[in-house]
């Protein structure tokens, strides 16, 4: 073990500085330039997590910032560890998801010498020009003045909208002599303007008949109680982005599901068709909108509400209010304002919405002769004998993913999803579901993933086997690389390196592991598994082969307005 000797350190300063910010776990993955830091942690009690990868820590670290609503820490070394840990890094700054990310680095002796050089020390990358466009903030500690800007670093990453930053540490800083430890953080965050004029929008909502709320990643942080009482007075129907899902419980009568590229058509249809939109912390990307942004919610005034000012200053579609405010912020103001003399809502525009959702026409399904296992019926089983429990439901990335979005009923205090939104990230899934089982160890955790998503960090399995971890693994396998396959078939009729994906039995690579797992290629065999699964502690896979032929439908594609969603068919 390397000594930090007996002087106070950098390393011993950040170590403090994660103290003072209430932070009292670091996920890792060792190398020797980032050593002195873990030292200092554990001399202080720092709980440390080391996954079998740094992309798996990452994602473990993302999880847990996730459940615990404050920064986790991620820990690399130079070089290799850094340009490792991009993938998650990214995956926070696009999911607006707090990460202090600290890389080990060079001395800064080699470090100021390099002038054009292209690498003058063992492991070593530009960590700050590689990971400037995907962070909030990033710098290099290369003096000793520069320690003590740490504490600043920290504090950025949950000020405003959320995001990681990234501390690039040379290791003889981190043994360098600090005579200053960190005092209480305190919240220099500038406060926003609330000085708004709301009277056209009371107005425009009070005429309104076709009033909708769509909930974005950013409404998670409301609170059901607020949140319900504001959509009550406003008499509304809601709807969420793919991130938004679970701010609004699921089972509402008001809620018609999440809105898009893979999205219920129930939910596409009613937002098509309103003549008021409430757009509270979303982004409104081209998953949501589709690429005919001048037909989104044509008819309708749309008031957006978000925290980030340069994502207003930027709208894809036409807007007619935006607010520059935290979600929570903006309905305080407004159930404190607003006196509704309300229109009823229409009762056609209603019906159309309802009848469709009642239909259930997301990914219907006929059964090929050998009776293979609808994805729909699988997930709608599980999703059934679950029924109201906390859960943390995680997902990797493809098809099974937006399955997942359709079929589990999710909702703020029950099923909450945690998956790779914007950054889209295979292999999320198993180390993220890692980080709900640290962070959250009361409740369990499901991790739906489909067979090409899982092998991008099934070395995991060993760290879920090691730890025990009461972790549930449901894998969808269709031997296929489905919604990349889909893509390619609709638009050139042939899906080269996706359509014939090979087919791994995942059950007995868990039972490698140590892990309990079973093959199941049946209705009655998943329905006769579920108590031995999900009942039991510890880890439990089940291999759930699904038709390889089933798609993903609806799905909105390019060219079509909301209203236009293809139902399949090459």
């Avoid at 390393?11 to 403090?16: E, K, S």
């Avoid at 910032?65 to 820490?73: E, G, L, N, T």
């Avoid at 009033?211 to 709807?239: W, Y």
């Avoid at 990335?397 to 205090?413: D, E, F, K």
């Amino acid at each position: 073990m390397l000594e930090c000797g007996t002087m106070y350190t950098g390393a011993d300063y950040f170590a403090d500085c994660l103290l003072e910010k209430g932070i009292k776990k670091v996920f890792v993955y060792p190398g020797g330039t980032i050593a002195p830091l873990f030292n200092a942690c554990l001399s202080r009690g720092i709980e440390i997590y080391c996954l079998n990868s740094e992309q798996g820590s990452g994602y473990a670290a993302l999880a847990s910032a996730k459940i615990s609503k404050k920064p986790s820490v991620l820990l690399v070394t130079s070089g290799p560890g850094v340009t490792n840990a991009l993938t998650p890094l990214a995956d926070c700054f696009y999911d607006s998801i707090p990460l202090i990310l600290v890389t080990g680095q060079i001395g800064t002796p080699d470090l100021k010498k390099r002038k054009g050089v292209r690498q003058r020390g063992f492991q070593e990358v530009p960590t700050v020009s590689v990971v400037r466009d995907i962070c909030k903030e990033a710098a290099c500690i290369d003096s000793k003045d520069k320690i003590l800007n740490i504490h600043k670093l920290i504090n950025i990453c949950d000020q405003g909208r959320k995001g990681p930053v990234v501390i690039d540490f040379p290791m003889d800083m981190q043994r360098e002599e600090c005579s200053i430890k960190p005092s209480a953080f305190s919240n220099n965050e500038i406060k926003q303007n609330k000085e708004f004029n709301f009277e056209e929008i009371f107005k425009k909502l009070n005429q309104s008949n076709k009033r909708l709320v769509l909930l974005g990643n950013g409404a998670h942080s409301i609170g059901q109680k607020k949140l319900t009482s504001f959509i009550e007075k406003i008499d509304a129907e809601v709807v969420t982005s793919f991130p938004g899902l679970g701010s609004f419980d699921c089972n509402s009568s008001r809620n018609y599901g999440y809105i898009g590229h893979t999205g219920n058509k129930s939910a596409n249809t009613i937002l098509h068709n309103c003549d008021f939109l409430f757009v509270l912390g979303s982004r409104l990307d081209i998953r949501q909108t589709g690429t005919e942004t001048s037909d989104f919610a044509k008819n309708a005034y749309k008031v957006w509400v978000d925290i980030d000012k340069n994502e207003l200053d930027n709208p894809r579609v036409e807007i007619n209010h935006s607010l520059n405010l935290d979600v929570s912020e903006f309905i305080d103001i407004f159930l404190d304002n607003f006196v509704p003399d309300l229109e009823p809502q229409d009762i056609e525009w209603l019906n159309e919405a309802d009848s469709i959702r009642l239909e259930g026409v997301e990914d219907k399904h006929v059964k090929s002769k050998l009776g293979q296992l609808s994805p729909k019926d699988v997930l709608k089983i599980v999703d059934n004998y679950v029924g109201s429990q906390t859960v943390n439901v995680v997902t990797g990335v493809g098809n099974h993913q937006h399955w997942a979005g359709r079929h589990i009923s999710y909702g703020p205090t029950h099923k909450k999803i945690f998956t790779s939104s914007g950054h889209g990230t295979m292999g999320y899934d198993l180390p993220a579901a890692i980080g709900c089982c640290i962070e959250d160890s009361k409740s369990k955790t499901l991790c739906i993933v489909g067979d090409g998503s899982l092998l991008m960090n099934i070395q995991e399995l060993g760290y879920v086997k090691n730890n025990n971890l009461n972790l549930k693994i449901l894998v969808m396998n269709n031997s296929r690389l489905g919604i990349v396959s889909q893509f390619q078939m609709i638009t050139w009729g042939t899906d080269p390196t996706t359509g014939n994906f090979s087919s791994n039995n995942f059950s007995e690579i868990a039972k490698g592991f140590g892990i309990k797992s079973q093959k199941i290629e049946t209705l009655k065999e998943l329905e006769s598994s579920l108590d031995d699964f999900w009942k039991n502690d510890g880890p439990y896979l089940l291999d759930v082969s699904i038709d390889k032929k089933a798609d993903l439908t609806p799905m909105l594609l390019g060219g079509q307005k909301m209203d236009e969603m293809w139902d399949g068919g090459y």
